[in-house]
């Protein structure tokens, strides 16, 4: 049977099939809260200038089978401007499983050749998306029959970890001795760990707290955290729309009633994603990272959360502390589809070209 495809201009409530959307995603084999509609929306209502959104979507009688909500923008590139394809939300997602149902690859596949004669563009590019069989399947015929050039490459390994029943022990080996000696510090001067879940009511003064402190930090020096002021309005509303969902959760370590560190995370389905940390520099030396991951886990045996998830880390020499008590890891996977128009053919040997160099430098180093 072949699928019905159609354009929208926005997500909104009355133009966009929510609900439809909303059963697709309960179809996933594992979706995030960077896929939900409540976060899409408010990425959607703060584009950057130059970007516009378009969001196809597919059925198969009255069941939505396919969606992909994707930004249209130009983009500087070696020196040049070329027309960019992403998907929505894009950097401040920090993983995403393509709304495309299982076994449906076949509809992703066609989906393609409809992207490219709606939006033109020179790349098409696709971050921090979590394997599953109908997307990579698709995905792959994209760049075989499809693209002049195209990559599929890890983008970073995120460590997890299991909560389990044993983690009411202290862990192990040097990560015991580093828990107890930042418990000593922050008893020495008064901090103690508080959780917190907000509503959307509690929520601006929670994130009021929490932008204090990255904007103290060498994110906020840096200007490069989730509050940076090309994010502030967008991550604020997300946040909100998501804490009315009952999706935030918040470790704070607090010292006379002062917020000095704290570590935010996303919940869904029994994984926490644990999205953004930051602390103020005069309180580095305590540990206050590995104290709050610790309060993650005690959380977590709580309330029965199967997961605490890294939700993004580099690629390489990633001090993440989750690694020292991760069961696995996450794969995120970057699509690169360079097409055959000019611009593409262009962007893409110029792409082949810089690797090359990178390469060779790599190797003389």
């Known amino acids: 049977m072949t699928a019905r495809f159609a354009w929208h201009d926005d997500l909104e409530a009355g133009a966009f099939p929510a609900d439809a959307y909303n ?30 959104l378009h969001v196809l979507i597919a059925w198969r009688d009255e069941r939505l089978v396919l969606c992909l909500p994707l930004l249209h923008c130009r983009e500087r ?52 998306i979590l394997p599953a069989a109908a997307s990579d399947a698709g995905l792959t015929a994209w760049g075989r029959r499809g693209s002049f050039r195209w990559e599929n490459r890890l983008s970073c390994l995120a460590p ?5 029943a044993k983690d009411r022990d202290e862990p ?49 020096a840096q200007d490069i955290g989730i509050f940076a002021s090309d994010n502030a309005r967008a991550i604020t509303e997300a946040l909100r729309a998501l804490a009315a969902e009952d999706r935030v959760r918040a470790v704070l370590l607090e010292r006379e009633g002062r917020c000095i560190s704290y570590r935010l995370g996303l919940l869904e389905q029994g994984r926490l994603y644990d999205y953004s940390l930051a602390f103020m520099p005069a309180y580095a030396a305590l540990g206050c990272g590995r104290l709050l991951l610790d309060e993650w886990i005690r959380w977590g045996l709580d309330e029965g959360w199967q997961w605490i998830d890294a939700s993004r880390v580099r690629r390489s020499r990633s001090s993440h502390q989750l690694r020292e008590r991760m069961s696995g890891q996450v794969e995120h ?33």
């Open 23 to 52: 059963e697709l995603l309960a179809r996933l084999p594992m979706f995030t809260p960077f896929n939900r509609l409540s976060w899409l929306r408010a990425m959607a209502r703060h584009l950057r200038p130059g970007q516009t």
């Open 77 to 128: 590139r070696i020196g040049l401007s070329f027309p960019v394809v992403r998907h929505l939300g894009y950097p401040l997602a920090d993983c995403i499983m393509l709304a495309v149902e299982p076994e449906q690859e076949a509809v992703l596949m066609d989906a393609l050749p409809r992207i490219r004669r709606a939006l033109p563009h020179a790349l098409l590019q696709l971050d921090e």
């Open 160 to 164: 997890e970890h299991r909560v389990c």
């Open 172 to 220: 192990a080996g040097d990560v015991r001795y580093k828990l107890r000696r930042a418990r000593k510090r922050s008893a020495a001067i008064g901090a103690a760990p508080r959780r917190a879940r907000p509503d959307a009511g509690a929520m601006d003064a929670l994130l009021a707290r929490l932008c204090a402190v990255e904007q103290s930090s060498w994110k906020g």
């Open 333 to 365: 996977r970057r699509w690169r589809f360079y097409s055959r128009r000019p611009s593409g053919l262009a962007f893409g040997l110029a792409y082949g070209v810089w690797q090359l160099w990178r390469r060779h430098v790599r190797r003389s180093e």
